[in-house]
């Protein structure tokens, strides 16, 4: 009887080399479709956001452009001829005929509100950031 | 067979240097455009793919000098119509059902008819339509609607100071007045978008864009010019012509302390409201208080009086004997009402403006000197106020061989000599300025994107002395204030003041007419002078200035001076913390 002598195939050197090279196979697989799904997300954020600039840019422009508009409307409001018109239409009043001088002492009162770009040069806001700090500080010294 | 392998061999040899050659050829040429000259090329790729547009920078707002806007910008919109989309009548007439309300049109037919008068290319329905209404159609789905944004110039006060302020064009370039002297500052800088375009140029609906330089919006330019007296003197000016029946006329309101020009108005006068370019008449464009000579008169006997007393050759009570008539060099100058008056003083002489005492003091004075004080009072040369077609005036001087002594004569009463209403003031202003002569100026501050620059009042120099100007101012007082019924005169403020009255009065189109030219200069409060007025109003009848000009100063005076919050005396005021 001849007994047939067949060595085993060694089922861990199968695995042991075979399997890893799977491993890293389904691992290089998985970090391509990872980096492709990141890319695409983020092209797809960039595209959204870029969106989202475009729409804030196109609002700014809207409100900046609705500024203006209420910029002219204090203008138009606060002009002489409206000021005339409603004097004479809604107050009824009429030019003065006889003309009276009161002297008071009191201060000059404020000047009407107007949009910041148009303040005058000498209003308090504008003028105390004006000048260098040595100015300032001697204005702070009584009596100088 | 060897032979015939070797001419293949050959053969194949030959092809495949032609190839190779070609090859690095090709290789060569791609390394040339690719490494060597790669700007180039990227450029022409980039302007063939990438057109340009330019974007207008926001123009800047004209302020007066207290900041309210004369002239400022506001966004708008131009509606144009894709013709060809109109050449469907039913698709026209539901979006003409549409805009033509939005933008003015009464009938929408008319727009319709209007539109398909041809079918190609845009045709511009409105330009500059409110913003408000312009985004209504913006957001509109309306067949060959095109809307395209833009700005568009807003008057806040109407038609104040028209010519001062000028216009712009369409393209926003300023064309007249400070709109156009002070272009660059108010026009700012345009700026850059590329857009991707196709292969005939047209803009790519979701192509890339880039802004490649932003535009710098344009600086805002502070007058020294008051909205409250500008509009003040307007409507005088409208009241005078419709009042007296003047052909026109100007008015100058000036701070004498500093030459800052608080009103300037002329009639007649374009109203920016009506703006028409077309208007033969551009004359109307011109601020004619700053470009248009006219001869003084009599209010130039203030200077001549001064130029004496500065000399030290007579005081306000020196006499001459007037005999109604002075001769010289052949000619004979009589007084304006050919009166005779006897002894008469220099007060006198300008209570009454009388010509023949002129004639004795500039004979006194000299021609060297008088023409000397002529020229530093800016007789003769521009007052360099920064606005554009200011002429130099008209003096002939002794060294013009056509000189004569009758020019001496005539010019110490203010003729023969041609001068601006601006020169005028701004010479008499010395007055009221302790003998200084200011520079006048009309912008006080400009702000830029470079930063704010001031302008602050220049003194150009003394001409006379401190002493001198208050003895002028005194007798000029006495002038409104010693004669009785001088219509000048206001309760409350010791005015001084000068008539004048001369022959030809110049129209807006450049004809003289044989006319008056009535003026009138006084200041106010005399102990210290808070404002300056010339009233000049041309006339095609005999005027005098004393008669229409004068009264025009006691109108507006008495509110300018309490505007300003110069009190009156304790005569009128009513109760009394003064």
Partial sequence: MVALHRPALPASRTFATQWPARLLLVAAISLLVAI????????????STSYEINALTAQRADKLAQNHELEAEVARLSSLARVDIEARTRLRMEPATRKLYIGINQPVPDRQSLPTRFLPPDHPKAALSEGPLWKHLLDVIPFF | MFGHRGRMHTRLLTLAAVFLLGGAGVTARVAYVQLADTAHYKAEAHDEHFGQQ??????????DRNGYPLATTVDAYDIFINRPDWQNLDDARKAAAFIAPLIGVQQP????????????GLYLAYAGLDFNKGDLLHDADAPGLRVVQTTKRFYPEGDLASPLLGFVGRDHVGLTGIEKDFDTELGGTPGTVYFERDSIGNRLALGAERVGQKPEPGGDIRLTIDRYIQRLVEGEMQT??????????SIIVMDPKTGAVLAMTSSPEFKLSELNLNDPNQALFRNRAVTDVYEPGSVFKTLTASMAVDLGLVTPESTYNDTGAAYVGGATIRNWDYSTNGTTSVTQLLQRSLNTGAVWLSGLIGKDQFYSYLQKFGIGEATHVGLGGEPDGLLRTPDNPAWTDVDLATNAFGQGVGATPLQVITAISAMANGGKLMRPYVVQQMDTPEGKRDFSPVVVRQVVSEQTAATVADMMNRVVEGVAGNL??????????KTGTTTGATLADGTVHNGNVASFIGFAPLDDPKMIVLIKLDFREDKLGGQVSAPVFKDIAPSILAYLGVRPDGSQLVTGDH
Wanted: glycine share 12%; hydrophobic share 45%.
């Fill in chain 1, 36 to 47: 492709a799904v990141l890319k695409v997300n983020q092209f797809s954020r960039a595209t």
């Fill in chain 2, 54 to 63: 330019e974007i207008r920078a926001a123009r800047g707002a004209i302020l």
């Fill in chain 2, 109 to 120: 037919e008319d727009l319709v008819d209007e539109v398909r008068k041809d079918d190609k």
């Fill in chain 2, 240 to 249: 005078q012509v419709v009042r007296t029946g003047a052909l026109g006329g």
């Fill in chain 2, 488 to 497: 000048a005169a206001i309760k409350g403020y010791h005015v001084a003041g």
